[in-house]
């Protein structure tokens, strides 16, 4: 396992969320590159130096600080596509080979070059995303087939580079595959139910299963206080 490019954003036009600039199209770099943890969401910042978000409010921060994709999801979507993808055209920071990213789970930690990361949750595909790639129906295609990537926190702060083999850490026990989390944020409520215990998780992904969660269970509780038909109290009753 190993990583295959490490790959850094420069800016470009946006035309697809009404904001100045987006930094998704990502390209692999030379040499070693820092990784920091980059402080809370709303600033721009990320995880690799040189790169950056300009969706301040959706993307970058601490539990988004690091993309990963798999050069293995790569050529299955350039087959699927009919299409050359070169490294970082997903817009991931880095990009493996070798190593299973939608079998992995949330919390698993990986050792990059002399950084240490953790799996927060996976990306969710958006407008940006859409319009860059130019498919029809991108996000719901991207969404079903279960190849989502992870976002990384930066446990311990280093240097990496292309080249640099990538060590799994530690993986949680009985956790949420990243394929399971997608599957989770699109209606799963039995894996929505195992992702809250799962180390690691992104707050914010926590927050928002765990109101989902209350409105089904109020929902739920809603309906079997409802009166049967055949518990229906007949015409005239008193009480």
């Known amino acids: 396992m190993r990583l295959l490019s490490v790959n850094v954003g ?5 035309p ?4 100045g600039a987006t930094g998704i199209d990502k390209q692999p770099v030379a040499g070693a590159v820092a990784v920091a943890a980059p402080g809370p969401k709303g ?13 301040v ?59 240490v990361v953790q799996i927060t949750s996976v990306r ?40 640099d083999p990538i060590e799994v850490l530690s993986r949680p026990p009985d956790s949420v595959t990243v394929a399971g989390a997608m599957r989770a944020f699109y209606g799963d409520v039995e894996l929505m139910q195992r992702l809250l215990d799962a180390p690691g998780l992104d707050p914010e992904w926590h927050e928002m299963i765990a ?10 509780a809603a309906a079997r206080a409802e009166p049967r038909p055949q518990e229906a109290r007949p015409q005239g009753a008193l009480g």
């Open 16 to 19: 697809w969320k009404g904001l």
């Open 43 to 55: 600033t721009g910042a990320v995880g690799l130096a040189g790169d950056r978000v300009y969706d």
């Open 10 to 14: 420069r800016p470009g036009p946006s």
């Open 124 to 163: 969710v595909p958006c407008g940006t995303f859409a319009g860059w790639m130019g498919q029809r129906g991108w996000v719901k295609r991207f969404a079903l087939a279960g190849r989502p990537g992870a976002y990384l926190r930066v446990l311990e702060e280093g240097v990496t580079a292309a080249g």
């Open 211 to 220: 109101s989902v969660l209350e409105r089904e269970g109020t929902a739920a």
């Open 57 to 115: 409010r959706n993307h970058g921060g601490t539990d988004q600080a690091v993309y990963a994709y798999a050069r293995e999801d790569l050529d299955w979507w350039a087959g699927q596509l009919g299409l050359k993808l070169r490294d970082g055209v997903f817009g991931e920071n880095i990009t493996s080979a070798g190593l299973d990213i939608s079998g992995a789970v949330i919390g698993e930690t990986w050792r990059l070059g002399s950084a």
